[in-house]
């Protein structure tokens, strides 16, 4: 094979190399944009997490303000309908009393 022969056949496979690294470096960019957006993305995987946190915590504090409403339902029923409730709350919160009783306060 002459020199020419030799010379093309070279550039020949250095071109086709040259094509392959472009091509898998251009491979290698794309799975590295789409890993990083699956990770830190908008919707990605870390606001994912943090979001299934938030919920939790908020469903946690919905479980939480409706057994206080409950008990809050019950005290007001309780107020309505039963009249030594309501005696009894006018007593302890709001220090009421009836005509002609003492109260008698001491320290521990």
Do not use: W
């Amino acid at each position: 094979m002459d020199s020419s022969g030799y010379r093309l056949r070279k550039q020949v496979v250095s071109e086709i190399r040259r094509r392959k690294l472009i091509f898998l470096t251009g491979i290698f960019l794309c799975f590295l944009y789409l890993f990083i957006s699956i990770l830190f993305g908008d919707m990605g995987f870390l606001k994912y997490r943090d979001l299934h946190k938030k919920k939790i915590y908020l469903e946690t504090q919905i479980r939480e303000f409706e057994q206080d409403n409950k008990q809050l339902r019950s005290q007001v029923q309780l107020i309505k309908e039963d009249p030594y409730y309501k005696e009894k709350h006018a007593r302890e919160d709001y220090g009421l009393v009836k005509p002609g009783e003492l109260i008698i306060q001491y320290d521990r």
